[in-house]
């Protein structure tokens, strides 16, 4: 019995053995390894590079008043369309107490004035009348008491300036009313009633009322790496995303490349502005961030690879093409145009071709 089990165990033992060195030789024993095979197809290869930045008015106008002092009504908020001339806001002057005083005190000596003048010229004119002194005489005082007369409507009308911004006899106070000096939409209203306003000047820009645009004029304002602007001229076209308005591309035509370079984060970044062509449909909004894909060449359906199924022989493309069951010859390619992922095939492959995809097997 003893000898029956220590056969048995001795056997189990070697079983087991054996079975051990043949899982480890399995385990350790490569698998051929199988290639995936593609075919070329037609596609349409852009080149491009892409410049990022806003989309905004051609031309965005700024109102300011003519003259000083507080907003006393508004008439427009962000939003609202108008045309040229249309009332923008209305001014309430708050005169300088020093230019007041001296205006009331100019028309006071000029009234005084005026007076005496009045008294000089009735009391020459009867002397003319009766002969008693020349034509001359008489054409000096009647001069000075013109001037007098002028005098006092010109310091009534720079009271009345000070005071109202505008004088009666104009006809008009337009210096008060604020217009809009071209038609479009309201961007912007940086002011409310009773802010105090300043008019331009020397010394002041002034203060903005509103900021008006047309909406329909839109440009792309964007910028280019230095080692693209190279590749680009004025007249190519660019193709436009806008981050706000999903699955919408916009069109605009190259105008302008900035002659000098601005250094952004140790960058040189060359500015560009391109005319947008906008569409009905969709209303695009000033100051919208964009993308734009500037076609540097293009080829319309030809021949293609994906660029990842190339290899290279001493920088010389070539595929590997089956010609049985994995089994590949070497085959020198001519390519064209790449966008980075796909690659123009100029010669070396016809439509019907099976190549390896070096870097896709099947496992088995």
């Known amino acids: 019995m003893k000898t029956f089990l220590r056969i048995f165990f001795l056997l189990a033992f ?31 290869i852009i080149n491009k590079t892409v410049a990022t930045g806003k989309v905004i008015p051609r031309k965005e106008i700024e109102i300011k008043p003519q003259v000083s002092g507080i907003i006393d009504k508004l008439y427009v908020e962000p939003g609202d369309r108008v045309k040229a001339g249309d009332l923008i806001a209305r001014i309430r002057i708050i005169p300088n107490m020093l230019n007041l005083n001296n205006a009331e005190n100019r028309v006071r000596l000029a009234e005084l004035n005026l007076k005496n003048a009045k008294r000089e010229y009735d009391r020459n004119k009867q002397l003319f009348d009766e002969g008693v002194i020349s034509t001359s005489s008489f054409q000096s005082v009647e001069i000075s008491f013109e001037n007098a007369q002028q005098e006092l409507n010109a310091a009534k009308d720079n009271l009345e300036i000070i005071r109202k911004g505008a004088t009666a ?28 306003v300043i008019e331009a000047n020397t010394f002041n820009e002034g203060t903005s009322i509103a900021m008006v645009a047309d909406m329909e004029d839109m440009i792309f304002e964007g910028t280019v790496d230095e080692s693209e602007v190279g ?12 981050g706000a308005i999903e699955d919408q591309k916009f069109e605009a035509k190259l105008a302008y490349i900035a002659p ?5 984060n140790g960058a040189i970044q060359f500015e560009i502005r391109a005319d947008m062509q906008l569409k009905d449909s969709v209303f695009v909004r000033a100051n919208y961030s964009a993308n734009a894909d500037i076609v540097l060449d293009r080829r319309d359906s030809v021949l293609a690879i994906q660029e990842a199924w190339l290899q290279f022989d001493e920088e010389k493309p070539y595929v590997e093409v089956e010609t049985g069951e994995q089994l590949f010859e070497k085959r020198e390619v001519k390519t064209g145009l790449s966008d980075g992922i796909q690659i123009e095939v100029l010669s070396g492959l016809t439509p019907d071709v099976k190549i390896k995809n070096p870097n896709k097997t099947i496992t088995e």
């Open 14 to 44: 070697l079983g087991v053995f054996a079975w051990t060195l043949y899982f480890l030789y399995s385990k350790n024993e490569k698998k051929p390894i199988r290639y995936v095979t593609e075919q070329p197809f037609k596609a349409t």
């Open 260 to 264: 000098k370079g601005v250094e952004e």
């Open 169 to 196: 006899r104009s006809g008009k106070t337009a210096n008060t009313l604020v217009r809009s000096t071209a038609s479009g939409m309201v961007l912007d209203v940086p002011v409310e009633e009773g802010n105090s």
């Open 231 to 242: 590749k680009i001229r004025t007249g190519m076209i660019l193709l436009m995303t806008i």
